[in-house]
């Protein structure tokens, strides 16, 4: 069985176990590989498939997100909600009363994932939804990797191990904010079961060396050989926060002073 193959198996299993008890499934969406990919599963899963993504107006995720939901077919379930700076400023206040960390990353991911629930709530959509966390880190997405490739296998697994741990604390974080609406969050694919398969997959079928500037290849080939459109499959990285543009207007309006 080729990689990709048993790739799938796993994806498709561990995404059965999460949603095996709800026949409807709200997603946090961009369009890129990740995402896209939970969105396709779902929908193969015979899952009554919802789609939540957020942006300011002309954000890449805004404008990509629409494109690629219509390309799966679930744009008539797909909301993208152009963020307002009043939404921006509310949210951040909110957002670093409940934090206890001061880390920007954290608290980007934290208003997105704030805003995404305030929107499920006045939706009405249900009480949770789901992300594709996770893979970054078990398939070598992000671009430091690269840095860690010349210093051999150890030092990129030593690296995955400390992204592993940084993304559990925050998405804690994250359910101690949106816990507020009442609303969860659940990463199939930071499930223990999930994380143990994706460590015995080669490193050379995540990462090619340090000039590797795509990355994650194994998932992606894995989501063109489900049907994920070739241009969410091979779209490069672009975390919610750049995505949605929350880090450009954080920096610009100096967020560690409000």
Known sequence: MFISDELIHYLYSTVEEFTKHSDKVVIAFSGGVDSSLLAKICKDLDKQVHLVTIGFANSHDIIFSKSISNSLSLSTNHIAYEIKEEDVLHNIKFVKSKLSCNVLSHIE??????????????????????????????????????????????????????????????????????????????????????????????????????????????????????????????????????????????????????
Not at 193 to 217: C, M, N, S, V, W
Request: charged letters at 30%; aromatic letters at 12%; one cysteine or more.
């Open 109 to 258: 991911n934290c208003i997105a994932f704030y805003q995404i629930s305030k929107i499920i709530k006045y939706h009405e959509l249900g009480d949770s939804f789901l992300t594709a966390n996770g893979f970054d880190e078990l398939f070598c997405g992000y671009d430091r990797y690269r840095s860690y490739y010349q210093n051999g296998e150890e030092s990129i697994t030593t690296f995955m191990e400390e992204k592993l741990t940084n993304e559990d604390y925050m998405m804690r974080e994250i359910s101690n904010v949106i816990a507020e609406l009442k609303i969860r969050s659940y990463q199939p694919f930071l499930s223990r079961t999930f994380i143990e398969y994706a460590k015995t997959i080669p490193l050379e079928y995540k990462i090619k060396g340090q000039d590797d500037l795509l990355r994650k290849h194994v998932l992606r080939e894995a989501a063109m050989k489900i049907g994920v459109p070739k241009e969410a499959a091979m779209h490069p990285k672009k975390a919610i926060q750049y995505g949605s543009l929350i880090h450009k207007y954080l920096l610009k309006n100096k967020v560690s002073k409000l």
